[in-house]
């Protein structure tokens, strides 16, 4: 099964995050920008966008999107589950086109118990833009919450659909062998389950038929007295 410790969790997403919307390089030393007159503030275009705004040095910084993210970020290792949550559905609010934030706010709804919630933000994840590793992730997260949902013909699908993409994209890091085994291990489970509907079944005959002969004998009993 997936390892979700916070700690994983928390550092793919500081991951992505900063290598989408890096800060600006500081200027070579020596070569310093002067500080702007106080009377001269250096400030954003009306119009720039939130990601392309400078601060007084003319540095660029991180945009709302990507600010949110870190508060649920900060949310989910405080286990603050319902804050990380609300920061990552703002997120989403900001720029629905990332995978970024729906893949989070995934995490953050299997961490509440809410697989339902999960499946669909995995599932919208899936449509958004994102790097192929994190692609790739939010494929065994689905895959890994079909095993929870305990569909196994689903989890099969699944797991056939993340070891696909790992292989049509060799830039996605990923675990393939994961991927082989519980393919195998649900086909062992979907036998024993179809083994033992059998035999049940065949409990089940028998306990009619020894419950009929009962009842045949008790008649019979009635009868001779």
């Not at 958004?128 to 196994?152: I, P, Y």
């Amino acid at each position: 099964m997936q390892d979700r410790s916070l700690a994983v969790v928390a550092s793919l997403a500081l991951a992505v995050v900063f290598s989408a919307a890096p800060v600006a390089a500081q200027p070579p030393a020596g070569k310093e920008k002067p500080q702007a007159a106080a009377s001269e503030p250096a400030a954003a275009a009306p119009d720039a966008a939130p990601s392309q705004r400078k601060d007084p040095n003319g540095h660029t910084g991180i945009s709302p999107y990507t600010e949110q993210v870190l508060k649920g970020q900060a949310s989910f290792v405080a286990r603050d589950i319902p804050g990380s949550i609300a920061a990552f559905q703002e997120a989403i609010k900001l720029d629905s086109s990332k995978m970024l934030g729906f893949y989070l706010l995934g995490e953050a709804m299997l961490e509440s118990g809410n697989m339902a919630e999960a499946e669909t933000a995995w599932t919208t994840a899936i449509g958004k833009k994102g790097t192929e590793e994190l692609h790739a992730k939010v494929l065994f997260c689905l895959a890994d919450l079909r095993e929870r949902q305990k569909n196994w013909q689903a989890v099969k699908e699944a797991w056939a659909a993340y070891s696909a993409y790992l292989t049509s994209n060799p830039k996605a890091t990923g675990y393939p062998a994961t991927a082989a085994e519980r393919q195998k291990q649900v086909d062992r489970r979907m036998k024993d389950e179809k083994d033992y509907a059998a035999v049940k079944e065949r409990i089940v005959q028998r306990e009619a038929e020894r419950l009929k002969e009962a009842e045949e004998n008790a008649k019979k009993d009635k009868m001779n007295r």
